[in-house]
């Protein structure tokens, strides 16, 4: 089965001898019971520790362990999440003085052995060998498989927002791109953090594509240093044009770009008679500065020109654009087509902050300069494990579809702001649907204008969907995460159907949506014993 393959959860590479199952009645091969049932382990005398158990084949719910012990008033209740067909599984059972084992099967399942010692000492378990962190362009998901998604990568990479170690789940096809512009590394981020100097990348540049000889620009590249980067900070990325095609003004330019906001993919502009004095462009109404979204540290670019002398016959896709932009094709004939790629980080950015952040960590990297700004404080330990714990899931619904992995996560707490990242972890992260999108996902919160803004996101590929700031009151904020997939993958468990707020424009049958709703608490609390009171939990 897929759940133990090689690099899956559960892998099932090494022969298990004999395990223990409950017979299908009526069959003569062995053949574990659908139907499920119970398997009791009794001991005459207490056995003085239980270390685990394990299982086999666990693939639905409602399946369990009942730990009976001489230390415990009543029998404790280990619930068991399954891995899967033919996956096995361990299931810690730390109980000392344990009487009864019973293993509560819902459908098939096999015990594969136990783990305990009668009486007296007892031996250390043999640690778990686990490969050291790698920097290199062989990191894969068979080395370093994800716990949650096991075909993607599981690396650990330094949120320059956010200011902290974080571990993510990429497709390891994009390994290379992100390791460009974060210090990261594969596998699981490791405390104390290794030292940034170390894996501080290599200040990235602008890129262009190429087209084959017989598909380029007569005019050639557009150029990467006519991308001027203005700031950045991993997610998002500020830039300036300029263009050097002297000769004769550009008659017309469109340029488009992954839009940082929520009503469109792309954001999409158009300029007319642009001339190279001044070398900026400039166009009255239109913006002199971009702000594109980035996607594993790069923002893609693309720019339309034309002019009588150019000349590029490729096909190019048209974007869809923010409303009100209309995108008209050029004429081969007389435009050139450029694609760019624009790291989402400043060119000295690393530098600078690694300075004030890390100090005396990077000090002897580089040569000083009196122009450093004064230290910013360094995240604390507290205040990293608070954003772990400061989200608080609130029941609101009974959806059908849980996550393994929480939508939500805190990025930085402000005091008066919160920073937070919404994902799509439902759909197109396992093996067996990789590549999959979701309809949409809608997160309602309060803005930092203190109004109540819906920012709905549209056709989802698994992984980091956006990065977003909502204000606080009485020391939290509300975040309302509502969810649909046209594949009926959501709803509700009791059948009802749910309200979604009409500024967050939902579409599709409400009976497959889902309603989250967390409290973001605004102060790191294990940094800090003030209460935080939440009076606002009956908001919208």
Known sequence: GAGGRRGQRGQNCVELGNVLIIQQEEKPEWDDFDGGGNITISFAEPVHKFFSIGLLDIENEGSYILVESDDLLEPAVIS???????????????FENVRQVTIHLASEGAVTYICFCISGDFPTPAPVPILPPRTDDQCSSVDFPCSTFPNMLQICYYSYIASMWRDLCIDETTWQDLRLVFPAYCGECVFPAPEISSLLP??????ESEFPSDESCTAGLYGTDNVLIQNANGFEVTFRLQFDFCDSPIDRLQLWFDSPEFDSPYLCYEHASLECEPPLFKAGYVPLEYTARCEMGWANLKIVGQNPSFQHFTDVESPTCQPGFDFVDFDPSKRCYWELRIPCIEPDFIIRRDLREFGSAVAGLLPSSNSIESSEPVAEECEIKSREVDILPVKVDKCSTPSNDSPVEILAQHGDSVTFSVSQVWKGCESNNLGDHLSWIAADYVGLDDELTCAKFDTLACG??????????????????YTYDSSGLFGQANGESIVVPDACEAKGDVNHMCHMRYILK??????SKRSVSFRRLGRR
């Open 202 to 207: 290599t200040s990235p540049s602008v890129e």
């Open 80 to 94: 068991i999440t399954g891995e899967g067909n033919n996956a096995v599984q361990t299931v810690d059972l730390p």
């Open 522 to 527: 605004c102060e790191p609390s294990l940094c």
């Open 464 to 481: 980091l969907t956006t990065v977003l700031k909502a204000k606080c009151s009485d020391g939290a904020s509300v975040v309302d995460l």
